[in-house]
């Protein structure tokens, strides 16, 4: 069942001379409990079509549909319940709020959304993380492994549609990397997570369902590697 549908995606920067083309007419759909890797180099449009998918920068022009819904034909307070309900975003720099412990860290995104915390998922996330033990502990008394798993946590608290992950494992040692991704593939299968990863790393995009290839805002290569459970 297709969850995600992109068409004719374009995305510019500027004007005259000065004008970027991000995107150049992109189109592809994600299938529902897909794992999907984007791959290319630095400067080919990959974070800017994750920010676009996850409703967080608009297109120049074309659509994004995630669960038949036209995204960007909603105003801003629309996206932002979107964004909050619809998408988990995982960050290379983890972008945890310095002040709050784990739990509330994850829990964050339900508390803004008025929703009330589903105590049986918080506590099956936490020991599928491994951070049982470190509960009440605030970023900085945990590792770069550690933190990143909190915003794994973070993304999956509401049980979004779809999961996007921009460079995950960038910011991580290959030990570390390696088991970040261990765990976004765990969550692509025990949960059926769709899950969508910006990477640079072969080796991570090697263990996805299907590459795409991106380059100069174009989409260079479509390959599935393997099918979905």
């Not at 529902?32 to 996850?54: M, Q, V, Y």
């Not at 920068?57 to 659509?63: A, E, F, I, L, Y």
């Given at each position: 069942?297709?969850?995600?549908?992109?068409?004719?995606?374009?995305?510019?920067?500027?004007?005259?001379s000065?004008?970027?083309?991000a995107l150049?007419?992109?189109?592809?759909?994600?299938?529902k409990?897909?794992?999907?890797a984007?791959?290319?180099p630095?400067?080919?449009?990959?974070?800017?079509l994750?920010?676009?998918?996850?409703?967080?920068?608009?297109?120049?022009?074309g659509k994004?549909?995630m669960?038949g819904q036209d995204?960007?034909?909603q105003?801003?307070?629309?996206?932002?319940?979107?964004?909050?309900?619809?998408?988990?975003?995982?960050?290379?720099?983890?972008?945890l709020?310095?002040?709050?412990?784990?739990?509330?860290?994850?829990?964050?995104?339900v508390?803004?959304?008025?929703?009330?915390?589903?105590?049986?998922?918080?506590?099956?996330?936490?020991?599928?993380?491994?951070?049982?033990g470190r509960?009440?502990?605030?970023?900085?008394?945990?590792?770069?492994?550690?933190?990143?798993?909190?915003?794994?946590?973070?993304?999956?608290?509401?049980?979004?549609?779809?999961?996007?992950?921009?460079e995950?494992?960038?910011?991580?040692?290959s030990?570390?990397?390696q088991?970040?991704?261990?765990l976004?593939?765990?969550?692509?299968?025990r949960?059926?997570?769709?899950?969508i990863?910006?990477?640079h790393?072969e080796?991570?995009?090697?263990?996805?369902?299907?590459?795409?290839?991106?380059?100069?805002?174009?989409?260079?290569?479509?390959?599935?590697?393997?099918?979905?459970?």
């Amino acid at each position: 069942m297709e969850i995600l549908r992109i068409e004719n995606l374009t995305k510019t920067y500027g004007e005259g001379s000065t004008q970027v083309k991000a995107l150049d007419n992109v189109s592809f759909s994600v299938e529902k409990g897909e794992f999907l890797a984007i791959i290319g180099p630095s400067g080919s449009g990959k974070s800017t079509l994750l920010h676009i998918i996850g409703g967080v920068d608009r297109p120049t022009s074309g659509k994004v549909f995630m669960n038949g819904q036209d995204v960007y034909a909603q105003d801003e307070e629309q996206l932002a319940v979107f964004r909050r309900r619809q998408v988990g975003l995982i960050y290379q720099f983890y972008n945890l709020i310095p002040v709050l412990n784990v739990v509330e860290n994850m829990t964050l995104p339900v508390l803004m959304d008025g929703s009330i915390v589903n105590e049986d998922r918080l506590e099956e996330l936490l020991q599928t993380l491994g951070l049982t033990g470190r509960r009440n502990n605030l970023p900085n008394q945990l590792s770069g492994g550690q933190q990143q798993r909190v915003s794994i946590g973070r993304a999956l608290m509401n049980a979004p549609a779809v999961v996007l992950a921009d460079e995950p494992t960038g910011n991580l040692d290959s030990k570390n990397s390696q088991e970040i991704v261990e765990l976004l593939r765990m969550s692509n299968e025990r949960y059926g997570q769709t899950l969508i990863i910006i990477t640079h790393d072969e080796n991570i995009a090697l263990q996805a369902h299907r590459i795409i290839a991106i380059e100069d805002g174009r989409i260079v290569r479509d390959e599935r590697i393997r099918g979905t459970k």
